[in-house]
């Protein structure tokens, strides 16, 4: 947004330099975003008036003109097409010095002498027409300094606006929030209600109530379009950054500057019946003032008439309904388009335009009748022409509703850390228009219909501190209670977790709880997922029942990156069962796919395996001191491989999972190699066994060893089971070292070499207590799973 300080000095005093308001509104939330003159630099040029113009005797496309400066009456040659007997036009005289550092001198044209050169916009630096002659009004003051007249010694200053405050993209708005942060009054523009000349009236008509519930329109007729814009209308949509497209459309513009409501205006000969307001229908298409023709669809607030749409609500007006050369009689739209219905409609026509910018970040709902009011002012001043009455169409119901909000005193304490007098915060609230009244908790206000984006309490608390300065605020340090917090000992902390993960290679990855429905149902077809009402997009629109979604999705992101070795994990929370009874698990999940180490050269490189990643989990579980009670199961998993796949027991309860992704799963997500996931419940491997102490042993430990003959489905975790089961508090450690198939055992079974670790606290055992509990061992291991001795 552009405002001129000359503009913005006619709604509120502001004398401090220009550098020193900027730093103020920057503060405030309004970042300038830079400070630039008005107009190039340049001097010695006046308003001139052309009293004769004469072909040169010596060139066809030259013409010697005399000129009157107020003072004396010069001969200058030019060439503009445009330059002929009484027209006002700069002239830059001899000594002149023009943008560029073009200097004037007296010259000789073809033989004929000019003293000084009339200039177009463009050699002025005020605009890109270099067509011919800047054209200047009949009543410029002939003599008098450009620049002076103009007021072109003035400042531009430009604001970057965040989309909440869309009340200051107009010279109103920003003079509102200048006035409240100086404490000044604002000089509002003097609006007077203009009487209708005539009666006629247009019928309007809401059909689409809740994206347009305020419609006003007003009919002048007999306008003179082809009257020229005065010199500071124009001049002030330069400074803008809007150029003149003809005295109606620049009175709209100007309006919309002016006051922040955008504005449209109809060539009434081409409106067939009433005004619509409705959305397009199948098939419906509109050719738009810049030439490009759209094909509507249903979800398009349009303005039509009986026949046909006319423009896009809010965005831009048709070309079959504009104002042209030879239109008399205009039909003039003030209105009130909610944000929703407008936003992102622009862009899906690939248009982004001043009144589009505005609505879809919202406009003032109470404004368009004072528009309607200023802009028909303008309109009979400058064009001429009888208006009609206005004719609102309006659904009260649909109107945004005014909040009324309670301010606790003792929250802005809470927040801000500084106590603000109450009549100070009574004195900016005030100052930024809104109502305010006394209770006992603090006040209620009710902000101003343009303030849409103030809702909840800290808004309010948020103005307070924006107006009274964040400069301000002062800074303190923060205060740390050195207190130790207690952190029991039968738990492990989560910190452990990801450190002993990172340790083993693995990179913490936190992903959206939010996933896309197919990759869901694919990785946890078991669980519902609850879909969200409002998604972000098609793709994030259910609750995930699982970390894998997530953690599958940013692997096959790091594949797609040349990243072959892959190995992540995440601590979040999964969401299993309906609305009313949901529940939100806590949980440690991971994948691991590519190498099993970093490439190197003191190794051949191994691609990662069941067993690599079942180890990994071991590690997690054994932070708990009972890794004991925990076992891993043969199971099945829809989207796990059939022959990889273990369901993690603690004692009876399941608590997690472990396993291979299918291999048909992964082709169809398009992932590279094997991949191996697991997931566990965070409170089985954070609930620890409380540390006790038991001194070492003084006496030696004896190692046995067993090889043992089972059936192939008996697994080693459940010889591993029953060995722990008889051997009791004696066994200090026991683990598979061995596994054999081959000559000698039997089709179907295997050999399973076992490593016992006896020990007993108070004596030495002896070969007899060893021999006692081997034997008994392996009768169990007979009885229980039928395996034999090998011989």
Known sequence: MKISIEWLRQWVQVSEPVEQLAERLTMAGLEVEGISPAAAEFSGV???????????????????????????????????????????????????????????????????????????????GLSEDASGLMELPADAPVGQDLRAWLGLDDQIVEIDLTPNRSDCLSVRGVAREVGALLDRPVQDVAVPEVPAAIRDELPIRLEAPAGCPRYLGRIIRGVNVGAASPAWLVERLRRAGIR?????????????????????????????????????????????????????????????????????????????????????????????????????????????????????????????????????????????????????AVEPASLPQPAEILLRAKRIPQL?????????????????????????????????????????????????????????????????????????????ARRRLRNLLVDRGYQEAITYSFVEPRLQALLDPDHKPLALANPISSDMSVMRTSLWPGLVAATLYNQNRQQSRVRLFEVGLRFRGELENLAQESVVGGIATGSRLPEQWGSDEVEVDFYDVKADVEALLALTGEA??????????????????????????????????????????????????????????????????????????????????????????????EVRAEVGALLRDAFVFDLYRGKGIPEGHKSLAIGLILQESSRTLTDEDVDEVIGRTVSRLGRELGAVLRE
């Open 628 to 721: 004991s009670r925990f076992r891993f199961a043969p199971a099945r998993h829809p989207a796990l491989h059939p022959g990889q796949t273990a369901r993690i027991w603690r004692d009876d309860r399941p608590v997690g999972w472990l396993g291979a992704l299918h291999p048909q799963l992964t082709r169809t997500l398009g992932l590279k190699g094997r991949c191996f996931v697991f997931e566990l419940l965070l409170d089985a491997v954070t609930t620890a066994r409380t540390p006790q102490f038991t001194p070492l042993s003084r006496y030696p430990s004896i190692r046995r060893d067993l090889a043992v003959v089972v059936a192939d489905d008996v697994s080693a975790a459940a010889v591993l089971q």
């Open 416 to 492: 801000l850390g500084i106590d603000l007098p109450a009549a100070e915060v009574e004195a900016i609230l005030r100052r930024l228009g809104m109502q305010v009244e006394a209770v006992a908790e603090g006040w209620r206000v009710r902000p101003p219909s343009f303030r849409f984006d103030i809702a909840i309490e800290v808004d309010l608390i948020e103005e307070l501190v924006r107006i009274w300065g964040y400069d301000r605020v002062p800074v303190r340090r923060p205060v740390q209670p050195t207190r130790m917090q207690p952190e029991p000992e039968n738990l492990v």
């Open 244 to 392: 003149s497209l003809g005295p109606v459309v620049d009175v709209t513009n100007y309006v919309m500057l002016e006051l922040g409501q955008p504005m449209h205006a109809f060539d009434l000969a081409r409106i067939e019946g009433g005004i619509v307001v409705r959305m397009a229908r199948p098939g419906e298409t509109l050719e738009l003032l810049n030439g490009q023709t759209v094909e509507l669809n249903q979800e398009t607030l349009v303005i039509a008439d009986e026949v046909r749409p006319l423009a896009l609500a809010g965005i831009m007006g048709g070309e079959e309904s504009a104002v042209v050369a030879q239109t008399v009689d205009i039909f003039l739209e003030s209105a009130f388009f909610c944000p929703t219905v407008v936003a992102g409609r622009a862009r899906q026509y690939g248009l982004h335009t001043d009144a589009s910018h505005r609505f879809e970040r919202g406009v003032d709902p109470e404004l368009p009748r004072l528009a309607m009011e200023r802009a028909t002012q303008l309109i009979l001043d400058i064009v001429g022409g009888q208006p009609g009455p206005i004719t609102e």
């Open 46 to 124: 006046v308003v001139a008036e052309i009293i004769a113009c004469e072909q040169h005797p010596n060139a066809d496309r030259l013409r010697v003109c005399q000129v009157a400066t107020g003072d004396e009456t010069l001969q200058i040659v030019c060439g503009a097409p445009n330059a002929r007997a009484g027209l006002k036009a700069p002239l830059a005289k001899i000594g002149a010095v023009l943008p560029g550092d073009f200097k004037i001198k007296r010259s000789k044209l073809r033989g004929v002498e000019s003293h000084g050169m009339l200039c177009s916009a463009k050699e002025l």
